[in-house]
């Protein structure tokens, strides 16, 4: 319908080939800058570091419309054949950025095309750091960019969902990410002389045992939530008492009271473990995302310009991983959308963050047309009182 098929492909396969980390994204960033100027689309990079927002219709800001893609990759090496595959040892796109940024840069010249014909502002972000520690996402909502915008979408392909289909998944979607650190600093001292020393090994492994106990006893078995400690270290010989360990840890959730009242249990229970073991506890954390949550109304109206394009639209799960496309939704009212990349008979059925991920690329064009259909569809502006009826948070508040 809107969308240069061969455009996007070939940008997702020159970004393939060339995935970068984090913030540090100069050759994808001179990409996105190269195909907009080609375009002849305005720019910024006055958001974030190595953050490009292009404008549609910059003189409409009556009404704007959002769409963000991320653009980084993941340390990963690449197992596929493809012959396109990451030539930069040890990373790879292996979640779909770089389809995500070639969908975007195609919207970017469907709408260029009609701009004439568009009755308000569209924003284009193109974000880095999604999969980093420190959030991109955040970085730019701190730089004043939702400031500017009414209302924002964001796509990510899913491989659970079959090609071609779009998938929404209405209210709390995805879940917080909390990561976290505990240090335990102690007194080394010779195996044999255990008394001369402070365990940080064994008030380490002390607090995970405790923290167990307070995930299987303090709460509601019926709240949503993860709580993993995935690596503990400690120590340096097998005849030393460690006089160092830590341990580090994530928590995803649906219930923001939940996330706090779990991090500062843990920091009680390992500062509680310190004293009894006469070491020092330090905790460091920081909240990545919040919960991901689609306005109802805006996901029904996603859903109704979705159906006009796609091979099919359908309700999406919770899910426990996390976005921090959420960063923006604390800010204005938004919805996150599922492309469906899934195709058996090609082999595209690996998840993402695995390094054989596949995805069905003859999807991508179809989520260049659900984000210029929508514009087309809503470019008058939506309903703000529907918006703010259907918010069943601020509802229940």
């Known amino acids: 319908m809107f969308a240069d098929q061969s455009y996007i492909f070939n940008l997702r396969h020159e970004l393939h080939e060339y995935p970068e980390i984090g913030f540090d994204l100069p050759r994808t960033v001179a990409l996105v800058k190269r195909e907009l100027d080609?375009?002849?689309?305005?720019?910024?990079?006055?958001?974030?570091?190595?953050?490009?927002?292009?404008?549609?219709?910059?003189?409409?800001?009556?009404?704007?419309?959002?769409?963000?893609?991320?653009?980084?990759?993941?340390?990963?090496?690449?197992?596929?054949?493809?012959?396109f595959k990451s030539k930069i040892k040890g990373q790879?796109?292996?979640c779909g950025h770089d389809a995500h940024t070639a969908m975007l840069l195609g919207t970017a010249g469907a709408l260029k095309a009609m701009e004439d014909k568009i009755a308000c502002r569209v924003m284009l972000i193109f974000q880095p750091s999604e999969e980093g520690i420190e959030s991109g996402a955040a970085e730019l909502v701190r730089g004043g960019l939702m400031e500017e915008i009414d209302i924002i979408i964001g796509m990510h392909i899913e491989n659970w969902l079959e090609s071609g289909k779009i998938g929404v998944h209405p209210g709390s979607s995805?879940?917080?990410?909390?990561?976290?650190?505990?240090?335990?600093?102690?007194?080394?001292?010779?195996?044999?002389?255990?008394?001369?020393?402070?365990?940080?090994?064994?008030?380490?492994?002390?607090?995970?045992?405790?923290?167990?106990?307070?995930?299987?006893?303090?709460?509601?078995?019926?709240?949503?939530?993860?709580?993993?400690?995935?690596?503990?270290?400690?120590?340096?010989?097998?005849?030393?008492?460690?006089?160092?360990?830590?341990?580090?840890?994530?928590?995803?959730?649906?219930?923001?009271?939940?996330?706090?009242f779990l991090i500062r249990r843990i920091e009680e229970i390992a500062k509680n473990t310190a004293k009894e073991t006469g070491v020092e506890a330090v905790l460091?954390?920081?909240?990545?995302?919040?919960?991901?949550?689609?306005?109802?109304?805006?996901?029904?109206?996603?859903?109704?310009?979705?159906?006009?394009?796609?091979?099919?639209?359908?309700?999406?799960?919770?899910?426990?991983?996390?976005?921090?496309?959420?960063?923006?939704?604390?800010?204005?009212p938004g919805v996150f959308i599922r492309l469906g990349t899934r195709n058996e008979k090609k082999g595209c059925t690996t998840l993402p963050h695995n390094n054989d991920f596949l995805l069905d690329e003859d999807a991508l064009p179809i989520g260049t047309d659900t984000c210029v259909q929508f514009v087309l569809d809503h470019m008058n502006g939506v309903d703000a009182e529907k918006i703010k009826q259907s918010d069943e948070r601020k509802n229940a508040s």
Do not use: W
């Not at 080609?38 to 419309?65: C, D, W």
């Not at 993993?228 to 219930?255: E, P, V, W």
């Open 284 to 332: 460091d954390t920081s909240l990545k995302a919040y919960v991901v949550y689609n306005n109802p109304y805006l996901s029904k109206l996603v859903l109704e310009s979705a159906e006009k394009v796609a091979r099919g639209i359908q309700e999406m799960p919770e899910k426990l991983s996390s976005e921090d496309f959420s960063q923006y939704l604390t800010q204005k």
């Open 38 to 83: 080609r375009l002849g689309i305005e720019y910024t990079e006055k958001f974030g570091r190595s953050s490009v927002v292009a404008t549609i219709n910059p003189q409409k800001k009556h009404f704007t419309i959002g769409i963000r893609a991320d653009m980084d990759a993941l340390l990963i090496e690449e197992k596929t054949s493809l012959p």
């Open 92 to 94: 790879m796109h292996a």
């Open 174 to 260: 995805m879940a917080s990410s909390r990561s976290f650190r505990l240090d335990f600093y102690g007194k080394s001292a010779h195996a044999t002389l255990p008394q001369s020393g402070a365990d940080a090994l064994a008030a380490a492994v002390r607090t995970y045992n405790n923290v167990q106990y307070l995930l299987g006893r303090e709460i509601d078995p019926f709240r949503k939530y993860v709580c993993s400690i995935g690596k503990l270290c400690g120590g340096t010989g097998q005849n030393i008492i460690a006089d160092h360990a830590y341990m580090l840890g994530t928590i995803r959730t649906f219930d923001m009271d939940l996330d706090g």
